[in-house]
């Protein structure tokens, strides 16, 4: 029994230590199992080693084992800090969550400031009504005969403000301004079969009358995609060339650049219907450019 007289501490998994000879130390260690998971063992001093059975530990094989439990302190304290830990991911989930709400704050901003772009780019940049049309007096040279609301050719909807006016050429050699405007008119009559959509703001005929169709605060089904910021002119000729007759030349001239004023556009905001969708329209503008260009100046110097 050598070293049996030594005393030692011994600790239990609790923590709790005592000062015991090494021989109750050792059979405190012996007997861990049947003290209930106690756990007792040498944290020093100890005497000689009696290996074999291993009812005896030495010192040094205490020290081996001490720093084992301490791991397992360890362990069991990172557990205690896993679980820290983890109410560390739970504030990482807590700041995982306002920056997820930041995020979603500045996607929403974003969105609104495109919204407001957008707005801007497609309003602001156009800068809406230059000019209330509805209050537009016309001139006693125009004639009204205002064509009826229908699906087809007059849709009374507003045209809420005009970037260009549209120049077109009836294709219908020889027809009359009046011919032209009750061809418009006609389409009411179609039906629910019906599919032709056509019609002006005014026509102006062979002897250079002018006849308006339709009120220029509302579409006209003209030229196509930009129905919706043109006023649009039909313009008669008296055979396939598309020419117009002095006449209606010069009422054109005159129409085209009354309308530029009253909408408040510029003189040179004229284009024609072959600008907007490549038609040959009017047949004779888009056949000589030159004319075109010569009609755009004295639409200048009106
Ligand atoms: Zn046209």
């Known amino acids: ?156 909807v507003s045209l809420q403000y005009v970037n260009d006016i549209v120049v077109h050429y009836v294709a219908n050699p020889g027809s009359t301004a009046e011919q032209n405007r009750n061809y418009f008119d006609g389409l009411a009559d179609q039906g629910q079969e019906g599919g032709t959509s056509a019609s002006a703001h005014f026509v102006i005929g062979l002897e250079g009358e002018i006849i308006q169709c339709i009120p220029i605060d509302e579409i006209a089904y003209a030229s196509n995609n930009r129905n919706y910021d043109t006023i649009s002119i039909e313009c008669c000729h008296p055979d396939e060339t598309g020419k117009f007759t002095d006449a209606t030349y010069q009422s054109l001239v005159k129409l085209t650049a009354w309308l530029c004023d009253a909408v408040k556009i510029g003189r040179e905001d004229v284009i024609r219907h072959y600008d907007v969708s490549g038609k040959a329209c009017p047949l004779y503008f888009v056949d000589h450019e030159e004319a075109w260009e010569a009609f755009r100046e004295d639409v200048k110097n009106q």
């Open 1 to 156: 029994m050598a070293g049996g007289e030594r005393n030692v501490w011994i600790a239990a998994a609790s923590g709790e230590q005592r000062w015991h000879t090494l021989r109750e130390a050792a059979s405190a260690e012996e007997n861990r199992d049947e003290r209930n998971q106690e756990g007792w063992i040498v944290l020093e001093g100890g005497g000689e080693t009696r290996s074999g059975n291993g009812s005896y530990r030495s010192r040094r094989s205490a020290q081996m084992r001490q720093p084992a439990r301490l791991r397992e302190n360890e362990s069991s304290r990172s557990r205690r800090r896993g679980g820290g830990s983890s109410g560390g991911r739970r504030r990482g989930g807590c700041r995982g969550a306002v920056l997820s709400f930041l995020c979603g704050v500045l996607v929403i901003f974003s969105a609104f400031l495109a919204g407001m772009g957008a707005g801007w780019y497609r309003w602001g940049r156009e800068a809406g009504p230059r000019v209330e049309l509805s209050s537009i007096e016309m001139p006693d040279w125009i004639e009204q005969d205002l064509i009826r609301k229908n699906i087809y050719s007059r849709p009374a």
